[in-house]
C-alpha cells in the first residue's frame, strides 16, 4: 500500500510520529512536510499551499493521512481528492489553553470541525483528548447563533477512535548508567505557555531557598523570542544547572535524560506526554499533575506515588523525593516496562491495521 502523510507542522511530537510510523510501517509512507512554525498560518494556509504541490501525485497513493494543522475539507475541496483520508489528531483548537484571557478563534475551531467532517477516519492520540473534544464540541455549538449543524457532532464521533501514538525508544538506554550523589530534575517540555514553566520554576525556588540538594537539567524547543521565565530562572539557579537549552543530536538528547532522576510536567495542554514517556523509559521518576492524559499514560498502581493535585502538592511531593530518591529506586524498571508497551513494535501493527481496513472499506 502507498500512503501519502502531509504534516504541515514537522517538528516535536509530530516529528517524531511521523518519523516512526515511517520506519516501522510494512506499507510505504511518502511525507509531504512543512517546517514547525507559524502554526496559526500553517492551519490557515497549508492546505492551499499543498493543493498547488502535490494534487497530481494523488491518484498513486491508496490513504491520505493528515494531521489536525491543516484545513482538510479545503484541501479536498481544491483538489478533488476523494480517496480515503485518515486525520490524525495530536491536539485539536476546541480544547486547546488560551493565554490569560484571550478569546477562543473560532476560525481555528472550524477548521478543525470541518477537517474532522472530511475524513473518513479520526484518531485521537488518547482517550482524555477524545473525551474533552466529545464535550467541548457540543459546548462549542452553543456559540453558534443560529442554523447551527446539528448532524455534525454524531458524525464526527462515528468514524473516530482511539489509538495510542507508538514511540522509538531505539536511542534510549533501558536503565540509568549513573546513579546521582545530588538528584538531577529534568525539564524536556517547549518553552512554551501552556507547559507552565512558571509554575515548575517557582516549586524549584521554594526547595532551594530550603536548601533542598538538586541538580537541573534544562531541555527543550525554544519558540519564544524573549523565554523570560527560563532566563530568570538561569540566573537563580545557576549554581543548580548542569545543562540549559535545546540540544541538536539525538544523542545528546537521549545521555540528558539517561542522566536525570526525576522528570517533571506542570502541563495545562498535553494530550499524549511524548517527552515523559521517553524520560520514563530512560530511567527517571515522573512527577506529574493528576489532570491531562497522565492518569491515562501512567499505570494507576503509582498515581498516589507520581502524580499531584495542585502546586503546594507539587512542591511536597517533589521535596520527598528529592530527600528519599533511594527509597524509590525499586520503581523504575516497572515503570520502564509500563511505558515500554509505547514502542513503535507494539504499536505499529494496530496502525497497519487500521490503514487496511480503511482502505478495505
Known amino acids: 500500500m502507498k500512503i501519502a502523510f502531509i504534516e504541515s507542522f514537522y517538528g516535536g511530537s509530530h516529528k517524531s510520529f511521523l518519523d516512526g510510523l515511517k520506519k516501522f510501517s510494512s506499507h510505504e509512507i511518502d511525507a509531504f512536510t512543512l517546517p514547525a512554525r507559524f502554526w496559526k498560518w500553517r492551519l490557515r494556509t497549508s492546505a492551499l499551499y499543498f493543493a498547488e504541490q502535490i494534487a497530481g501525485d494523488l491518484p498513486q497513493y491508496d490513504l491520505l493521512i493528515t494531521t489536525d494543522m491543516i484545513n482538510l475539507a479545503e484541501f479536498k475541496g481544491i483538489t478533488g481528492y476523494r480517496g480515503p483520508i485518515i486525520m490524525f489528531f495530536h491536539e485539536n483548537q476546541l480544547t486547546y489553553p488560551r493565554v490569560g484571557d484571550q ?26 483528548q477524545f473525551d474533552k473534544f466529545n464535550t467541548e464540541l457540543r459546548n462549542f455549538q452553543n456559540h453558534i447563533p443560529e442554523f447551527i ?16 501514538m507508538g514511540c522509538d525508544f531505539s536511542p534510549f538506554l533501558n536503565k540509568k548508567l549513573v546513579q546521582n550523589e545530588i538528584p538531577h530534575i529534568l525539564w524536556n517540555h517547549r518553552w512554551a505557555f501552556d507547559k507552565q514553566p512558571g509554575v515548575f520554576f517557582k516549586a524549584l525556588y521554594t526547595l532551594a531557598e530550603e536548601n533542598v540538594p538538586f541538580k537541573l537539567i534544562i531541555l527543550g524547543e525554544n519558540h519564544q523570542v524573549h523565554p523570560g521565565e527560563f532566563f530568570e530562572a538561569r540566573e537563580r539557579l545557576r549554581e543548580q544547572i548542569i545543562h540549559f537549552g535545546y540540544v541538536e543530536t539525538e544523542e545528546d538528547y537521549a545521555r540528558y535524560l539517561n542522566l536525570a532522576d526525576v522528570v517533571v510536567s506542570t502541563a495545562i495542554q498535553e494530550n499524549f506526554g511524548f517527552a515523559v514517556v521517553e524520560a520514563i523509559f530512560s530511567g527517571s521518576l515522573p512527577l506529574l499533575p493528576h489532570r491531562l492524559c497522565y492518569p491515562e499514560v501512567l499505570d494507576e498502581k503509582y498515581h498516589s506515588y507520581f502524580l499531584y493535585d495542585n502546586d503546594d502538592d507539587l512542591v511536597d511531593k517533589l521535596r520527598h523525593l528529592l530527600l ?8 523504575q524498571p516497572d515503570l520502564h516496562l509500563s511505558v515500554a508497551r509505547f514502542d513503535w513494535s507494539k504499536r505499529i501493527s494496530e496502525f497497519d491495521r487500521i490503514f487496511t481496513e480503511i482502505i478495505s472499506s
Do not use: G, M
Open 103 to 128: 478569546s477562543a478563534d473560532f476560525h481555528f475551531v472550524v477548521a478543525n470541525l470541518a477537517s474532522a467532517l472530511a475524513a473518513d477516519l479520526n484518531l485521537f492520540n488518547s482517550r482524555y
Open 149 to 164: 449543524p446539528t448532524l455534525s457532532h454524531d458524525q464526527i464521533l462515528k468514524k473516530s477512535q482511539v489509538v495510542y
Open 324 to 331: 528519599n530518591l533511594d527509597r524509590y529506586a525499586d520503581f
